[in-house]
């Protein structure tokens, strides 16, 4: 059964409520941003995890929603990882085409 493009609900959905942001909203955050102002700018991401001694948070970025391999909504990504100061110490745009 062919399903249709996930649209940004069913994105916003699968990544645990975090905001759908514009690829451009994902550029403008420049390194050294503090951590709350990431949040106040884009929205709090629901998606955190460790990577490297670094605390790092995942965006969906509009415009790209599919389906992954599965079936469940997928995007590309804008990743933003905190130093122990809680303030952007890489960001990265992540395809995540297979």
């Given amino acids: 059964m ?43 991401s629901r998606i ?8 790092c948070v995942l965006y969906p970025i509009s415009g790209t929603e599919r389906r992954d391999e599965f079936g469940s909504p997928a995007a590309d990504e804008w990743e933003f990882c905190f130093d122990d100061s809680d303030r952007v110490r890489t960001r990265l745009h992540i395809s995540t085409v297979s």
């Fill in 48 to 55: 955190a995890y460790p990577r490297l001694g670094l605390s």
């Fill in 2 to 44: 062919l399903r249709p493009k996930p649209d940004e609900t069913l994105t916003r959905e699968a990544y645990l409520d975090t905001p759908v942001i514009a690829e451009d909203q994902g550029r403008e955050i420049a390194l050294r941003t503090p951590r709350e102002e990431v949040f106040r700018r884009l929205g709090a």
